[in-house]
């Protein structure tokens, strides 16, 4: 009876039902090797030889591999069809050879399939094979690079950044990308621009819009009316001319549906269109494959399988009829420079399994599936038949012309089922247009834009103007309503999503399909970027750490360079290269830029990325003053600063007589840092004055001496923007807390302040906080009392606070539920308390993400389950199973269970 290995639990169960009781299927969960995390694991003095740890995890499943290999003869391993499935199985029979678990008689071989269907694990086990060792030496090359990157470098930013925290190879270059755009974005400077628009109507009645393109007699370009004045004359221009359709064109177009799903389109769409992280859209993935709805989902291949493709065109025909079918299967080709190991792309395993039948209750899985189901049928259905109809318009005079466009589908095609979501908001006319006859006089349509002149005018000032015009700081509105001009301003390039990062980092060829999601994820748990309503912002000290590498190590964040060396490892895999030669040629190199950072001085470093940065961190002043001019004592001079905390800053050079500090980030128009020393008024003889410090913006009493060293402070809540900031609310803040009174029962006082978790009320040792700011400052004494009474309720012994929502019931037993805490939200199973993501609602997780919480705090803070199962008291039956590994192997059919992380398996990645 032969032993097959696969990755996960989840998966063992599925292929154990089909493969029956001639086979016992155990799991490995995920890597069971891997490099110490110390020096000398990898040893660039002895031909890179790799020290290799089983993990304390991993050993009970090696031993209960290895107990089912003492009564069967053969070995199958079934991981994952990539080269990390690869690398997984390598490292199995080595782990297992080392524990003389695998014998001279034993038959060891490797299968792969794509899906896990009975049919595709059928015919894999039809198909054994030995694991391939090209692509196992292309994981160590490039295990072994950023485990040579990782331990090197990140000491080098220890001793030379205080604050960084480390560095990989191929996530410094993807923070580069981040810093770069902000940098773009803080460096913009918006241009003004005008367009014209004109409502007009044809003789029979109908309606419809044109923009002005030519004026004067002259084709209009983008900034040729860049002023209200001129967009007056402009719209003056067209409103007194009559107007006749001089040209109508109409031209047939097609559009072809996008190629089914790979992994970085798969991640790319689920962020478009649900907001979904990479890792999110991974995870979720990852349960789909598992539970066998679709194929492997992480690939660059973007073909088909013919059997799949017939598949498909059959359920097209039968669900949308034969004119939806094209006469010819669609063949897709990658195009991306670094296509790897050819696998099929990501599909449905059934084509005729709709979403609506997907027998799953997760929101999450059901979304993803959709979106796949959907975009793999539209990849083989008939292109969408559209119209596409210019009407150009033109005065009498030959000086004035504007320009109708629209577009009619005459065919759906793909459109019926599926449109790929947009990065940006495309220009594509979609309106249909009236009839129009060239030659045939057009009148303007009175009133037609006045509602749109209104939007535009609600958020400026209204300015008179002449008889003839209704004029407001954003628009323009001839007398009769039908013509208005609109001002805009140019943009700056978005920030980057995690759809638009994957995007790039895939156009660079930065990256693998597989680590994208961890890539995103890490630098975002290093503290070097956060998420902000989905966009990628750089912290501070992501920008101090890509000025670093890009000053000191510039050739090992160049994009170019990271992509060949992608390039070079993917010849490893075909066997084009030796991986130990590519490990040669980097570290020759590397170690050299390493060994030129040994005399490096803080002071040096620093100096060097003020440098560096002072376009961006001292832009020239309105005045025409010295930017690095301190604003407050006027003799200092600003310069870097870095923080015990991490973080950086900038300061004044004076200090500690002038203590003037600002963040990094650019000083720019409405920035607080403008408003920095701006006096508020005096209270009792003492000014009081807005301040803004490397923690934000506060508000001072008096000033700094010898005396008194640290004048009383406040800092603005985070709901009060610097600009509203008077005497009277700088007052109120630095009079907190607020004496509210005695308390009725005992006549200890009652106060209410704020404090590092926002507004509170406090009694004795007793906190309770306050759902709104404005209640620090207007609440009463019943309230007051009311509210700590509502705190001691929830006290010991006294009923529990019911939870925010029901998730259901966990795995091993006991409710998982989504509670309210004093320091956010959380998930509670038994005794374990896991805090919610900040980038997750507590009204949008999901179970399987509360789950994968949950796991991951069980085995940081090392409570078992068992705990749990203790707290909800369930029976110990599941625990029994778990406990009992040499008698199951002996049962054929039966799988190796565990009670740590039963369905979350551990994430692959191969960065450092």
């Not at 490797?110 to 595709?120: G, P, Q, Y």
């Not at 995870?283 to 789909?288: D, I, K, Y």
């Not at 408003?675 to 005096?682: A, P, V, Y």
């Amino acid at each position: 009876m032969a032993v097959v290995v696969v990755e996960s639990p989840a998966k063992a169960k599925t292929i154990n039902k089909y493969l029956g009781s001639d086979y016992t299927v155990l799991a490995s969960y995920g890597h069971v090797r891997d490099l110490p995390p110390k020096d000398g694991s990898v040893d660039p003095e002895h031909d890179f030889d790799m020290t290799w740890e089983v993990a304390a995890d991993s050993r009970k499943h090696i031993r209960a591999i290895a107990e089912a290999l003492k009564n069967d003869d053969e070995l199958i391993l079934a991981t994952d069809p990539d080269r990390e499935g690869e690398a997984i199985s390598w490292h199995l029979q080595e782990a297992l050879a080392k524990a003389r678990a695998i014998r001279k008689d034993t038959k060891v071989s490797r299968v792969v399939f794509n899906a896990i269907t009975k049919t595709a694990v059928t015919e894999a086990m039809k198909n054994p094979r030995q694991v391939d060792m090209e692509l196992v030496e292309a994981y160590l090359a490039r295990r072994a690079l950023d485990y040579l990157v990782g331990f090197n470098l990140s000491p080098v930013l220890w001793r030379k950044l205080p604050g960084a925290k480390s560095a990989g190879r191929v996530q410094s270059v993807c923070l580069r990308l981040i810093v770069e755009r902000e940098m773009e974005i803080e460096a913009f400077r918006a241009r003004e621009y005008w367009s014209v628009r004109a409502a007009l109507r044809t003789p029979r009645g109908q309606e419809f819009e044109a923009r002005l393109t030519l004026l004067g007699g002259k084709k209009l370009d983008r900034f040729d009316i860049a002023t209200s004045e001129a967009a007056e004359l402009a719209v003056h221009a067209v409103s007194s001319r009559d107007l006749v359709a001089h040209s109508v064109e109409s031209k047939p177009a097609s559009r072809n549906p996008s190629a089914p799903f790979m992994t970085s389109t798969l991640q790319q769409e689920a962020s478009r269109k649900f907001g979904m992280g990479a890792k999110q859209t991974m995870s979720t993935a990852q349960r789909l494959y598992e539970a066998g709805y679709i194929t492997y989902m992480r690939t660059d291949g973007i073909d088909m399988a013919p059997e799949a493709v017939m598949a498909a065109r059959d359920e097209i025909r039968s669900r949308f009829g034969a004119q939806y079918v094209p006469d010819s299967p669609r063949m897709y080709k990658n195009k991306a420079k670094n296509a790897q190991e050819a696998h099929e792309c990501i599909r449905p395993t059934d084509m005729s399994l709709d979403p609506g039948s997907l027998r799953v209750a997760d929101g999450d899985q059901r979304k993803l599936y959709d979106l796949i189901w959907k975009r793999t049928i539209a990849s083989q259905m008939a292109a969408a038949r559209l119209e596409r109809t210019t009407v150009e318009i033109t005065s009498a005079d030959g000086q004035v012309g504007l320009r109708a466009t629209g577009q009619v589908v005459m065919f759906d095609g793909f459109l019926k089922i599926y449109e790929e979501g947009r990065d940006d908001d495309g220009d594509e006319d979609a309106a249909r247009l009236p009839q129009i006859m060239e030659g045939e006089p057009l009148e303007k349509a009175p009133g037609a834009l006045v509602t749109a002149y209104q939007k535009l005018a609600e958020t400026s000032q209204t300015v008179t103007g002449d008889a003839q015009m209704r004029r407001a700081d954003a628009g323009v509105l001839d007398e009769s309503g039908a013509v208005l001009a609109a001002q805009h301003f140019t943009q700056p390039p978005p920030r980057y999503t995690e759809a638009t990062l994957v995007k790039r980092m895939e156009e660079l060829g930065i990256g693998r399909p597989s680590t994208y999601a961890s890539i995103v994820t890490t630098i975002q748990d290093r503290e070097y970027v956060r998420k902000d309503k989905n966009r990628l912002i750089p912290e501070d000290k992501g920008r101090l750490v890509t000025i670093f590498l890009s000053n000191y190590f510039r050739r090992y964040v160049e994009y170019d360079f990271t992509a060949d060396l992608e390039g070079q490892l993917d010849d490893i895999s075909a066997g084009e290269r030796d991986y130990k030669d590519v490990l040669s040629r980097f570290w020759r190199d590397f170690s050299a830029a390493i060994a030129e950072t040994t005399e490096l001085r803080i002071t040096e470093v620093l100096e060097k990325i003020d440098e560096v940065l002072a376009p961006h961190l001292y832009p020239p002043r309105a005045d025409g003053g010295d930017p690095r001019a301190c604003p407050v004592c006027g003799s200092g001079r600003l310069n870097l600063k870095t923080a015990r905390s991490g973080g950086a800053f900038i300061g004044c050079n004076n200090y500690p007589e002038c203590r003037y500090t600002r963040p990094i980030t650019a000083p720019g128009e409405g920035d607080a840092s403008a408003l920095d020393g701006k006096i508020l008024g005096e209270d009792q003889g003492e000014q009081i004055s807005l301040r803004v410090g490397r923690f934000g913006p506060y508000v001072q009493r008096g000033e700094a001496t010898a005396e008194v060293p640290k004048p009383p402070r406040a800092s603005l809540p985070k709901t009060w923007s610097p600009e509203s900031i008077d005497l009277e609310k700088a007052l109120m803040l630095l009079n907190l807390p607020r004496l509210i009174g005695a308390h009725p029962e005992d006549g200890e006082p009652i106060e209410a302040g704020l404090g590092r978790y926002g507004p509170f009320v406090k009694h004795g040792k007793t906190y309770a906080n306050l759902a709104d700011i404005d209640e620090v400052f207007l609440i009463g004494m019943n309230r007051a009392v009311e509210v700590l009474a509502q705190k001691a309720s929830r006290g010991r012994g006294a009923t529990a606070a019911a939870p925010l929502r029901e998730l259901g019931e966990h795995p091993d037993g006991g409710p998982m539920q989504v509670m309210a805490g004093r320091y956010g939200p959380y998930v509670k199973w038994g005794k374990i308390n896991a805090t919610l993501p900040k980038d997750i609602a507590p009204e949008d997780i999901t179970f399987d993400q509360a789950l994968a919480v949950v796991t991951e705090k069980a085995a940081k803070s090392g409570k078992k389950p068992a705990k749990a199962k203790s707290a909800t008291k369930k029976p110990a039956k599941p625990k029994a199973a778990a406990k009992t590994t040499k008698s199951e192997k002996a049962r054929p059919g039966t799988t190796t269970k565990t009670t740590k992380a039963k369905t979350a398996k551990p994430k692959k990645t191969d960065e450092t």
